[in-house]
């Protein structure tokens, strides 16, 4: 049992609240999964500019000279801003492949959490409210925004194991439920070269997407493939720079519920983490469909 939410802002008047509501829903899903908890925002761009969020369990010594160590690694000038056992790393776009092997090679210990244009990925092992108050994430500005709260069932509990997981560029997942051919899937995409760096199911999940869409599919066609091709049980939520998507599984035995307004989308596992959500008397509320598609795109 986890606890999913999803925020899609239509009305940008909103975006620097999404940070605050997002986090009111996460909290509110505390009993769903009270062991680690994650969000990923999509905030702010600059043309030609990439970032990619790391994490440390050492931050204190991974990060005192990581700009500088990758500056003179990649060539160009790398950016630094840390917000606990985070940082947000700024760098030519065309840099992050280099990046991520230089890291790998300098800081092998540290785990890349995401990068794109527009993502940051926070998330650590605790309860949902103490992983928001470290990272300050009621003041993040954006778009629109997915997280999660995570009751481990079938993996320790680790920030590696945490939600959500990203496998291509501005793309995350977050999952309730569990793949049963996550094994013999996993095989298969990382022969294909799709990055896979943790036993999770959701990352295998996520790394089917990623796959499907390096291969001419859109987000929609993935998440339609995913029906055919991903055993076991599953709700999805998948953000990517320009929207966020939902579909669940044909038998849909993890519960889910949407409302949309004027001026947003909204996703909860349960209506609770709706209710304090602006104008949320006034919303059209209902249940997605099993096998169906769902996506919302600026």
Request: proline letters at 4%; one cysteine or more; hydrophobic letters at 40%.
């Amino acid at each position: 049992m986890c606890g999913i939410v999803g925020l899609f802002l239509k009305d940008q008047t909103l975006e620097p609240r999404l940070g605050s509501m997002l986090t009111d829903m996460l909290i509110t899903m505390t009993d769903r999964g009270p062991d680690s908890a994650g969000i990923a925002i999509y905030g702010s761009q600059s043309a030609g500019q990439a970032k990619m969020t790391v994490q440390s369990d050492d931050p204190d010594a991974d990060f005192a000279t990581l700009a500088s160590d990758l500056s003179a690694a990649v060539g160009t000038e790398v950016n630094l801003r840390a917000n606990d056992t985070h940082a947000v790393l700024s760098m030519q776009a065309d840099k992050v492949d280099t990046a991520r092997q230089a890291i790998r090679e300098m800081r092998p210990a540290m785990r890349v959490m995401s990068d794109g244009d527009a993502i940051e990925i926070y998330k650590e092992v605790g309860l949902p409210k103490d992983v928001a108050a470290r990272f300050s994430l009621s003041s993040m500005h954006g778009s629109h925004g997915i997280g999660h709260t995570r009751m481990a069932t079938e993996s320790a509990v680790t920030t590696e194991g945490a939600h959500p997981f990203s496998t291509g560029g501005d793309q995350c997942l977050v999952h309730n439920g569990s793949l049963s051919n996550h094994n013999a899937l996993r095989r298969k995409l990382m022969r294909e070269g799709v990055r896979i760096e943790s036993m999770n199911d959701t990352e295998v999940g996520a790394a089917y997407l990623t796959w499907k869409m390096q291969n001419g599919a859109t987000l929609g066609e993935a998440l339609e493939s995913s029906l055919e091709d991903l055993d076991g049980f599953f709700t999805f939520v998948v953000g990517t720079k320009d929207g966020f998507g939902v579909v669940r599984d044909p038998i849909a035995c993890k519960p889910a519920v949407m409302a949309e307004t004027d001026q947003y989308v909204a996703f909860g596992s349960e209506y609770r983490a709706l209710v304090n959500l602006p104008g949320i008397e006034d919303a059209r509320v209902w249940e997605p469909e099993p096998a169906t598609v769902y996506f919302w795109s600026h």
